[in-house]
């Protein structure tokens, strides 16, 4: 008899892209562009997973501003804790700052944890978290945030006002959207929400981001 592990369950995860076909995924840590500088463990595909609740109330926000014309575009969902294991093991590694001036030129990489930037346990292995921005369909572009996805500074603040009025407008319209269909924000990240009545607010699941996941 098989020992039934609750953190390997993906049963109620979907794959966002059926859930909202309109999105745009970047997915980041299955590519090599992002602060590490290589893919990294657990990210098999680039595919979004997300809780069926997550991904329902995350549907609404694609809704509404498709409507107004821009779409979802997704650079991380959730992630499982092998990934979150690999970002705590680069940052034991002193030597290896091949991305710094790409994500956090003006931190040091030892206090990307103890500052915020990076989390030792992250809300995104417990699937209802969502890392996005909005693509603006007249234009073919992402709308100005001001700094990019991952950008490690207080740049990336939401309330950083070093920026100009239509950079912080932008993240205020996305921010309310989300904040609308049930989404709450944290203070260091613009691209950052979870939803507020996630299902597994406990639980930190370790299966990989891969197709296979949703079948077993």
Not at 19 to 39: A, K, L, V
Not at 56 to 85: C, H
Not at 118 to 128: C, L, N
Request: proline share 5%.
């Amino acid at each position: 008899m098989s020992h039934f592990d609750p953190e390997k369950d993906a049963s109620r995860f979907v794959l966002l892209s059926d859930m909202i076909p309109s999105i745009i995924q970047e997915i980041r840590y299955f590519s090599t562009y992002n602060f590490i500088g290589e893919r990294i463990d657990g990210y098999e595909e680039p595919i979004s997973l997300l809780t069926r609740e997550a991904a329902r109330a995350l549907k609404s926000v694609a809704n509404e501003m498709n409507v107004k014309g821009y779409r979802l575009k997704i650079f991380d969902t959730y992630r499982p804790t092998t990934a979150v294991k690999h970002f705590i093991l680069w940052g034991i590694e002193d030597q290896d700052v091949r991305m710094k001036p790409y994500f956090y030129p003006n931190v040091v990489k030892q206090e990307l944890f103890s500052k915020g930037y990076i989390a030792k346990k992250s809300s995104h292995s417990r699937g209802s978290t969502v890392d996005l921005t909005l693509l603006d369909m007249s234009t073919g572009k992402e709308l100005d945030m001001g700094s990019s996805f991952d950008w490690f500074g207080e740049e990336s603040h939401p309330d950083y006002r070093g920026i100009t009025d239509e950079q912080y407008e932008n993240r205020m319209f996305l921010r309310e959207a989300m904040l609308r269909n049930g989404f709450t924000p944290i203070d260091c990240e613009w691209w950052h929400f979870t939803l507020a009545d996630e299902p597994f607010p406990d639980t930190y699941f370790s299966f990989p981001v891969s197709m296979d996941s949703l079948r077993k």
